[in-house]
């Protein structure tokens, strides 16, 4: 069972623009800590706080190791993440913790620089390539109310439209 409760779609919260963070308080490092706990736990790789049920721009993301690229996994916890540039592109087949069994290929920016403050309200910069800038636009994404299958070309969509319905039925 994952620390936090993950809000499933089509639950309006995951539709709303979240709000920024104005201070990095005990209370905000303690959210980042059992989000972080709950992305472990579902597992995933990234969750954002709406999906929590809490509508404040705050996310974590962990790719993991990797053995084939030798990558070794690293928390990050971001506070009011920007994406100040954005290049190439890039398909991935995605999928979402709050809409499970589902996945997508979506195409996104291949390469971000995000501005962000960190879990003890440092600015940081990070710029990213591959899985991690997938990870941190879906993720920005959520703080924006856009989910995956919003990205998605409107054929796809509408395909979509009748799987996700089903899922959502069977869940009932
Ligand atoms: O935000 C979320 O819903 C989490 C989501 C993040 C994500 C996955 C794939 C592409 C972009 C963003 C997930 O983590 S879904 C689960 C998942 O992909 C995964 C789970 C365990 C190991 C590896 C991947
Ligand atoms: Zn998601």
């Known amino acids: ?67 084939e690229s030798g990558r070794k996994g690293e928390l990050f916890q971001l506070i009011n993440p920007e994406i100040v540039e954005a290049s190439g592109e890039i398909d991935y087949e995605e999928g979402c913790l709050s809409i499970p069994d589902l996945r997508e290929t979506v195409r996104r920016n291949a390469h971000v620089i995000v501005e962000a403050l960190d879990h003890e309200g440092r600015e940081i910069e990070i710029e990213a390539e591959g899985l991690l800038a997938i990870c941190l636009q879906h993720e920005i994404d959520h703080l924006n109310g856009v989910l995956f299958i919003d990205r998605l070309t409107p054929i796809r969509r509408e395909l979509m439209k009748k799987k996700l319905q089903r899922l959502v039925t069977e869940r009932e």
């Open 1 to 67: 069972m994952p620390k936090l409760p993950i809000i499933l779609y089509p639950d309006p919260i995951l539709k709303k623009v979240a709000a920024p963070v104005e201070e990095v308080t005990p209370e905000i490092r303690k959210l980042l800590r059992d989000m972080a706990e709950t992305m472990y736990e579902a597992p995933g790789i990234g969750l954002a706080a709406p999906q929590v049920g809490r509508s404040i721009r705050a996310i974590v993301i962990d790719l993991g190791d990797d053995e």
